[in-house]
């Protein structure tokens, strides 16, 4: 083999390896590409996660349908004691009214 067709092997072989590399570059582009997206993807699912992780331990103390039933339940009864207590706070206020001007009525 002679020089030339020596060189002339060698830059054949060194055309082929740089046609072979860049085909496999534009071919690995891709999966590349989505690796990285599907990174940034996982990244984003695992902030999502412990954002759902923290609204679902939050939600464990938010009160139920039923207690808030039971609460309206206890506000009904208490406005009615209210109710009944200011009645008979009334009637004591109108007795001690009336206790207090007989009372004023007789010392005069």
Known sequence: MTLQELSWSIG?????????????????????????????????IQGLERRVGRVETQLEHVPSKDDFTALQLSLSELRGTVSMTEEIVKTVRRTTQNIDDWLRAKGS
């Open 12 to 44: 054949s072989a060194s055309g082929a390896l740089s046609i072979f590399l860049v085909a496999f570059a534009i071919w690995r582009q891709p999966s590349k590409d989505n690796s990285d997206k599907l990174h940034e993807q996982e990244q984003e």
